[in-house]
């Protein structure tokens, strides 16, 4: 585990219950940095505070005013790597950091009996024809382009999970974490392979307009069916899956260079400093994996009838 000096320290001496899970010990940690941030300003140190930069001169009123004008210089709290190398990564912290589990079935695949579930099902085979065609053997960009993609159900889903738990007074089930989870899981995707890829102007100009189409397509859609939604979103991530298994198959030719692994990578899914190209596309394929179960549950939970809020979430389920 990646923790700081401070905080390896006070869990070292057992301050946090053992009962507890790892995201909330590391959230007791970071309250526990802060507070030892703000309570020692004369260290120099500035984790964690309101207080705005130049002290008091900026401070409005009277001395009891709690008004003040600027906010800037809210610091992230500083943690550290286990071996005491500052985390440098703004985007993720450590506690959300993971080894993916490759020992996931890649091969299982719901088979379409309903209507709907047909209809899902050719949706995404007809969507991967125009693909194939853009993107031919790239698997690089098209890794790249298609988490631009994958990263928006997630957020929609549990967009609109949101504000219909709002709506209702009621609990969601754990399933708008659960979604929003895919999508900033997705959207690491996307941030590894930008360091192994470089999209030229069509293919960010190809991005804007499949974003702003796609974005509003699934809202309706999920709006309209989510049952149907979750499908498509279950087999776009068999696809995903395919996709991965050819870009390991082009590593392994070696007509894709099998470059060291992007540093983000490493620590967003604890490989070993020596670890390459072939092991992220691994890692990826298999959280593609684990969107492809969540997303046909999701949808299997409709088929019955119920609401996803009936069967828990898969909560950390990666
Ligand atoms: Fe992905
Ligand atoms: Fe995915």
């Excluded at 088979?111 to 995404?124: E, S």
């Excluded at 991967?128 to 890794?143: E, H, I, N, S, V």
Aim: aromatic share 12%; proline share 6%; with cysteine.
């Amino acid at each position: 585990m990646m923790m700081s000096g401070l905080g390896f320290t006070r869990l070292a001496s057992s301050c946090t219950p053992r009962y507890l899970s790892t995201a909330t010990a590391w959230r007791t940690l970071s309250n526990d940095i802060v507070s030892d941030c703000i309570m020692a300003p004369s260290a120099g140190v500035r984790c964690n505070s309101t207080a705005p930069l130049g002290g008091d001169k900026q401070a409005v009123g009277a001395k009891d005013d709690k008004g003040i004008v600027s906010y800037w210089g809210l610091d992230p709290t500083k943690v550290s790597k286990e071996d005491g190398a500052p985390w440098k990564w703004t985007c993720f912290r450590p506690w959300e950091a993971y080894s993916a589990d490759l020992s996931i079935d890649l091969k299982k695949h719901h088979a379409p009996t309903t209507l709907l579930d047909k209809m899902a099902y050719w949706t995404v085979k007809t969507l991967r024809w125009p693909t194939d065609l853009f993107f031919q053997r790239r698997y690089g960009c098209r890794a790249m382009m298609l988490e631009t993609v994958a990263a928006v159900p997630g957020m929609v889903g549990g967009m609109l999970l949101h504000c219909k738990s709002l709506r209702r007074f009621e609990n969601s089930g754990g399933w708008i974490k659960a979604l929003l989870e895919e999508a900033e899981n997705e959207r690491m995707h996307l941030m590894t392979f930008m360091e192994v890829s470089d999209p030229i102007w069509y293919d960010r100009a190809l991005v804007f307009a499949v974003q702003g189409v796609f974005f509003n397509a699934y809202f309706l859609g999920y709006i309209i069916s989510p049952k149907f939604a979750h499908r498509v979103v279950g087999y776009l991530e068999e696809e995903a899956i395919h996709s991965y298994t050819e870009f390991l198959k082009e590593l392994d030719n070696g007509n894709i260079e099998n470059v060291p692994a992007p540093p983000i990578a490493i620590d967003y899914w604890r490989l070993p400093p020596n670890s390459t190209l072939r092991d992220v596309v691994l890692a990826v394929r298999a959280d593609e994996a684990h969107h492809r179960d969540v997303n046909h549950f999701a949808s299997d939970i409709h088929d019955q009838g119920r609401q996803l809020k009936e069967a828990p979430a898969p909560l950390g389920y990666h």
